[in-house]
């Protein structure tokens, strides 16, 4: 399993790589790097990217039928759509619909981050916009998207453009930093960036979520001391207020790279921050905890060790679920693990589907204290219920 597992994780960061390396030229077809949410009617909405579009679609039965795709840009261009890199939907306070995601350069592991929205239930977009002021050709990707309780968007996104000042000064820089904009007119237009954090990991995607008094509150992986690949927490004050990143994960796992794992946050009513994380300082594993920032997680535990990746989590009341892909000999299986005392304690892990080929990091949607998985994989999308049948 140990050797299946380092197999697994050299191919994905090696695609990774040559997806990087390609530069301009656009795929062919649908990458799995997908996205989906539900609105406040129940009607499932999901992005993905083919043939240089960002591309639209939505079900009103639960991912059993999709909708003719909508392109989001009609002009054709590059598009990140891997499972750490996709593009995102987020919902506006009056049903406008907005769409993220990250563009490559020329440039290996350059890009821009892209933003379009739709007024009108998803039939046209505007015109695509750059949401970084900063037009330099250097790492903006892995973007993240949130909505706060004002109808605020909240960007974030890896940007490296002080590691570029520090290599041009000749002084040492890990990683790369985050970087946050707001916009307060709807998508129109975006704040100048500032800087939520320096050297944090250079690959792994920002985990964003709304805290109980409307802000969102950002989980990411970054680098303390020499390349102990930790995380960190903040709340993303879109009001102007500082950023005040701390410490939220203590494994110390030492890696002079980024694993492409990036975490899962979801913030209960009650403002329990359940978070999921993968490490692997002794093995490989992915761990559950409440997150208090600057001290140890409470309840901390791991929920599956060797051939398990790319987990989410979420809650509602005293319910925790927690899913991830594990990998066996045929494929993926899509895992869940579930608490019914707030975290406390999980159930033990059980299969919920499967995939002969490859898949996408699932995600988890919520719709009326239920659980359901968003789950692309090369047999195709589908929503997968967390329910026992």
Excluded at 214 to 235: L, M, P, T, W
Excluded at 322 to 349: I, P, T, Y
């Amino acid at each position: 399993m140990r050797l299946a597992l380092t197999l697994l994780f050299g191919l994905a960061a090696s695609a990774a790589a040559a997806h990087d390396m390609a530069g301009m030229p656009m795929p062919k077809g649908p990458d799995l790097g997908a996205s989906a949410a539900l609105d406040g009617k129940g009607r499932l909405w999901v992005v993905d990217a083919a043939d240089g579009h960002v591309r639209l679609r939505h079900s009103d039965d639960f991912g059993r039928t999709l909708s003719a795709p909508v392109p989001v840009n009609a002009q054709a261009e590059p598009i990140y759509a891997e499972g750490e890199n996709r593009p995102k939907i987020a919902f506006g306070a009056k049903g406008e619909l907005y769409v993220s995601w990250s563009q490559p350069h020329a440039r290996p592991w350059t890009g821009f981050v892209r933003f379009a929205r739709s007024t009108d239930n998803g039939e046209h977009f505007s015109a695509p916009l750059t949401v970084h002021h900063d037009r330099a050709e250097i790492t903006h990707r892995f973007d993240a998207m949130a909505v706060d309780s004002k109808g605020r968007i909240v960007m974030a996104w890896i940007d490296k453009r002080d590691l570029e000042a520090a290599t041009a000064k000749g002084k040492p820089y890990q990683g790369a930093a985050i970087y946050t904009s707001v916009s307060s007119d709807g998508g129109n237009s975006f704040s100048a960036e500032r800087k939520l954090a320096d050297e944090t990991c250079e690959c792994c995607r920002i985990a964003l979520a709304s805290t109980p008094q409307g802000e969102i509150a950002a989980f990411y992986r970054s680098i303390f001391g020499d390349n102990i690949r930790d995380h960190a927490y903040a709340v993303l004050h879109a009001d102007g207020r500082p950023l005040e990143p701390q410490r939220a994960t203590f494994d110390d796992w030492h890696i002079a790279g980024c694993p492409h794992h990036g975490p899962g946050l979801a913030i209960g009513a009650d403002g329990v921050r359940h978070a999921v994380w993968y490490e692997a300082k002794d093995k490989p594993a992915i761990h559950y905890g409440q997150l208090d920032p600057g001290k140890a997680p409470a309840h901390l535990q791991t929920i599956a060790t060797a051939g398990a990746s790319h987990a989410d989590v979420a809650a509602s009341g005293k319910q925790v679920w927690v899913v991830w892909n594990q990998v066996n000999a045929q494929g993926f299986a899509l895992m869940l693990r579930e608490s019914r005392d707030g975290g406390a304690s999980f159930g033990e892990a059980r299969e919920i589907a499967n995939q002969k080929g490859a898949a996408a990091a699932p995600q988890l949607l919520l719709w009326q204290h239920r659980a359901f998985v968003a789950w692309n994989t090369a047999g195709g999308f589908r929503v997968v219920p967390t329910e026992a049948l």
